[in-house]
């Protein structure tokens, strides 16, 4: 997502400590969302989830990642035990506030055997996905709607995904918002501790200064040799054959270059 949008993307919570004016003059948490979720002709949408989420989208839930067995037809190896024999099995992939699920969607049906699982607070683009999914009759998209950072860190073991990616996160271009944004360290930090060894990270924004901000967020875990780049600094043009996103066409438009991060883990 790009600039002066009302609807931000997915996910992460950020503790901030304010004091509270209670009798004992504890000091209270205030969560700030990286993303603000409005009810506004949202009733419908919640209907549609209900009637036609079941099996497709995934409750949040803690202490188990039993869950991923039990989706669609895919063989994910070191999950689905009884095929993890299979020459090729398929790849988990797993995209952060996909909006309205143009790439997830696109990348899925090209990648037939592979397991893709799409996390989303809103339920616009759940259910925009959800009609894509029976639409074209596909098994293996999943979905979660939750906050992002509570759904990776909690419902997925470390280790265990092939390719990451969060396209286009909301900027939140104000400098008093800059510390609502998504991309910080320790959310970045965590998508690095799900991926495999070789696993992927795909990040893009058309922001430049937020560019930088995730460049240098990047460059400090790549220190610790968790991660390298796959190119000298940003990624040379688009990566991953995929459609232009709503938000990507947008800064498009308003004449913003596109800057590209593709990180292995180490």
Known sequence: MTGKKTKPVATAKISKDIN????????????????????RNSTAKHKFISTHGGGLVVNYQTG???????????????????????????????????????????????????????????????????????????????????DALEALRD??????????????????????????RLLKEDFVRTMVAKLKKGGVMHLATDWQEYAEEIMDVLTTIEKDKLIKNLFEGYADGRQMSRPITKFEQKGLNEGRQIYEFLFVKL
């Open 64 to 146: 188990t990642t039993n869950w991923l067995k039990r989706l669609g037809n895919i063989t994910i190896a070191g999950i689905v035990q009884d095929k993890a024999d299979l020459d090729d099995p398929g790849k988990l992939v797993v995209e952060i506030g996909f909006g309205g699920g143009d790439v997830l969607v696109s990348q899925a049906l090209s990648r037939p055997l592979d397991l893709f699982i799409g996390i989303e607070v809103y339920p616009t683009g759940i259910a925009r996905v959800l009609k894509k999914i029976k639409d074209n009759n596909m098994t293996n998209v999943s979905l979660i709607q939750h």
């Open 155 to 180: 419902m997925f073991e470390d280790d265990i995904l092939d390719e990451i990616r969060v396209l286009f996160p909301d900027p939140w271009p104000k400098k008093k918002h800059h510390k609502r």
């Open 20 to 39: 509270s004016s209670n009798k004992e003059g504890d000091v209270a948490k205030k969560q700030l969302n990286s993303y603000t979720i409005r009810s």
